[in-house]
């Protein structure tokens, strides 16, 4: 990052998120400098970006590195990976993280998240849970009041900052994060609505100032005919289920997307209803590690889980205490259904990292009825597969390959309404899941909550993206201005003024890959420092070049959990100390 010297004020840098290609690695920096000289520093999200035309990584995050030790907290809008993945991999490099600030939900899930990743106490960071309304103070210089929102990643939020000179209020910044204006149908287990509360909002920045909204782009130009409310997602589910009852079918399976919880409990209380009105044990399995954490961290907020519809044993345990008519089973890999990690791969073509392949032959020959390999669910031709998320251009391919194998192996394949380029085949569609990001008019609604005055900037998008929605600011009547990855700008109060643009904190990224392993109880995580450039010639595809590598984190499985190595070691020595059972009473010993 520039290291221009801060004059008095407030400025802002994007870091990551508003990309040349592609949606993800949302990360922004806000400095802001008194009249006394005190600097607060403050990073909103640190996420990844999916390289989906570049096979040898996972992923990709801003480089930040140099900036960490400056800034005094984070603040975390959602733990979806393109918000938070940045961070897990900062600490995979040991970075000592400064608090993180979230809704309780996202706090809970980022903890899990760390553990899936194997990374042990020795990097965990301070963590505050806070709540909407109630605003947090960093002396007399910055005020942050945060907001829910509405999304499929439950415990969404907004912050709202206000910074102010010798006392006096400057700016007032409004960022976002992913946002929708639905109601969802998570709530807690005392009633409690979730999710964003239009009138709570005016509320806000009627008593706050401000100057400048940092809107999420994303779907903007998405028309309202396919933006679905939760009551249309919920009664699609329960018409499939009617008609596959019809047609003798017998297991569904669908694909959420990681970390989506919202879109996971519509569809379990389509489950619910069903049951209600037919006096059937329809019973939900989720074979994804990142939605479990969804499920486990919205357990431990306080929201209802649909217990009792989410099995909540292992996949073998479910195969054995459930009929297969009242099977749904989410598989891993709505947005990356062609990677062989996920489990829909895994169906669709038998590959497994999870069994060896001699198992899975094995696997094959018991089940001469099966047209899979996946190690405990078997699609056959009696089975439904839907493709609830519409293809929003992340590995387009593999999610076409997916579905047209299930296709060719005899499974009915459903999927979800959307644009004709949106579709994968001819197969059936209904409104099963829609998006977590506002669509056009609700686009247009939440800018026109604003005063005239405010200054709208569009973040979490292309430039297409971006470009789409500053031009609806435009025609709603608002200012707006589109800046990109790697420009600074000092905010004024009726303005934004760019301060400089560093090229090669645009291109340079930690990208992270996972290397397989001979044994499935180990895994190494390897980080290297590259960079990374737009193809002019097609603009869906980036080159990613080589810098070097900075670091790796070995991990292992540890009572069903990733723990790092040298935790591994410490457990082991433990035991080895730890005192003998005492004899039983009654018992002689020898």
Known sequence: MSKNELTFGTRLTFVGGNNDVNIGANALIIEHKDIDGKTYKFLIDDGSKLTQNDKIYDGICPDIRDE?????????????????????????????????????????AYHLKRSLAGLGAETTPETKIIKAGEPIHFNNGVEVEAFDTSHSALGSMGFHFLTKL?????????????????????????????????????????????THVFMDSTSTSSKDEYIFDKETCIQSWEELFKEAAQQHKKQIFTSVISGSGEHLIKLAEAIRRHNEKTGEQKKLFIDSPNLNVSIIAAEKAGIDTYEDVIFSGKANDFTEKTDPKDRVIVLSGAFADGSEETSASKAATGKSGVVKLSEQEKNQKDNKDSLTGHPFFKITDSDVFVQAQRDVGINSKGITKTIHRLAALGVTIYQVEAPENSKIGTYSAKKFQSSGHAGKSETIEFINFHNKGTLIIPIHGDMEQLDTTANIAQDEGYKNLVFENADQIMLTPTNAVLLGHNEQDKTTYLAFRREPSLSPAERTTVIDQVQVYPDHENPNKEHIVFMNEVGKHDIVILKGKWVSREAFKQEKEERKQAKPFAPRRGRETR
């Open 166 to 210: 010798d006392g006096k209020e400057n700016v007032g910044l409004v960022f976002l994060g992913d946002f929708n204006l639905r109601e969802l149908q998570a709530k807690k287990l005392n009633g409690e609505k979730l999710g964003f509360d239009k009138e709570k909002y005016k509320d806000l920045i009627s008593r706050k100032k401000t």
């Open 68 to 108: 960490l030790k400056n800034i005094d907290a984070i603040f975390l809008t959602h733990t979806h990976n393109d918000h938070d993945n940045g961070l897990q991999t900062l600490e995979m490099l040991d970075y000592k993280l400064p608090p993180i600030y979230g809704s309780a939900n996202s706090i809970n």
